[in-house]
């Protein structure tokens, strides 16, 4: 199988770093096939927009979703995201690593899903959720907290890790038709001691072996031509 | 009274445009100041990190919150975030008018949050909900959605659109001490005729104008160095 990890932290030395690391070499510990999209040491540009496309369809007014749909046909995405959209294609598995930054993944991951995951490459019309592209892939999301587990909950103000997560896990994964797992959450992980870091790095590690276990290989994500005869001519105009 | 209005859409001819332009002429027609970042115009850089500081606090392991904090005391957060601090500290009211991307704000929105709401200047161990330091101000979301008002319900997949707004409403506006008044949202804005835009602009003008009733002007925002004597010493240390 192939995992494809997303890290988006801006230090090397970081926990989320280690973790990253910890689950590369058990996926291939178990023979199976890793890439890491590490964005902050490949200074992934975050903001979606112009310059995702080596040529615009329409220089006067920028539609995103219309620009993306051509360029999916075209092949016209710059290098830096169609390298991106392949690796997501070929993955099997996606494990987004991130420090949950005021709720919700750094900004930089954020652009990595909005310019990755473009129309016509990840989704069409109607290719949502038990229809998505992605279905029979696996996907996880694994986040350090500042907060306690307490802080996630009702009681503790910032409510359930997955009321916080439902934008990522529902409206991002599950939307393009992956099989959401429970996230791997490592609370307070500033204040970690080692003891506490390597329990955390365990846990991490069994969660990986899960994600590989009895997951039958997918077929291919279709290419953006097949996606094209998939949903049909009209409701691709439709949309754009 | 002050608004800021933050702006992240890629087009100035886009629908999240005219609305933002409504927004400023209604607050000024009434008397009151109006201030915009339109990130896409500024080019916002929107990936948190190194680049956010003038000099480093330790130049081997990158820890941002301890970073953000020796920033705000010494004063040396680039000029991008130093004014865009400024901006925010100034506002009494806050608008954040986008396009919901994936179920969340755009990236460059995003990292706008991420790096420009620093630990020392926006907020400080302990100054959360009740006791946030942006209490007595307003702040709004407004959003257009690609979704019809259907799809965000339970039946529709989405879920309601309190539920997919959460982390931004909560986890950042609350957890800094904004009142937080209901989301203006646009479903479908992608399909209206104009007719129903004038509507949508018209419906946000009144929603413009009812943020500005009723709001006694509030005290400043702490500087960073009352925010230092307001939490202690000691809290501060032990988060960094």
């Known amino acids: 199988l192939n995992v494809l990890v997303v890290l988006a932290h801006p230090e090397r030395g970081s926990f989320n770093s280690a973790l990253c690391e910890a689950a590369v070499a058990e996926v291939e510990r178990l023979g199976h096939r890793a890439e890491v999209s590490d964005l902050y040491a490949m200074r992934f540009a975050a903001a979606g927009g112009r310059d995702d496309f080596a040529v615009r369809r329409d220089p006067d007014h920028f539609h995103y979703q219309s620009e993306q749909l051509a360029a999916a046909h075209a092949g016209t995405f710059v290098p830096a995201i169609a390298a991106e959209q392949d690796k997501l294609r070929r993955a099997d598995i996606l494990i987004l690593q991130f420090p949950l930054w005021w709720g919700g993944p750094p900004a930089i991951l954020k652009g990595w899903i909005d310019r990755v995951c473009a129309y016509g490459v990840t989704y069409a019309d109607g290719t949502r959720f038990d229809a998505g592209l992605f279905r029979g892939r696996r996907a996880m999301l694994s986040v350090t907290t500042g907060g306690t587990p307490h802080r996630f909950s009702d009681a503790g103000g910032y409510g359930p890790i997955d009321k916080v997560l439902w934008p990522v896990q529902h409206l991002f994964l599950a939307y393009l038709g992956y099989e959401v797992v429970a996230p791997q959450v490592c609370y307070g992980a ?7 870091r390597a329990r955390y790095l365990d846990s991490f590690r069994q969660r990986t072996r899960n994600l590989l276990a009895d997951l039958p290989p997918p077929p291919p994500v279709p290419t953006p ?5 998939l949903v049909g001519e009209r409701d691709w105009t439709s949309k754009v």
Do not use: T, V
Not at 190 to 196: G, K, S, V
Not at 225 to 229: G, K, L, R, S
């Open 190 to 196: 500033a204040r970690l001691d080692p003891i506490e």
């Open 225 to 229: 031509h097949e996606i094209a005869e």
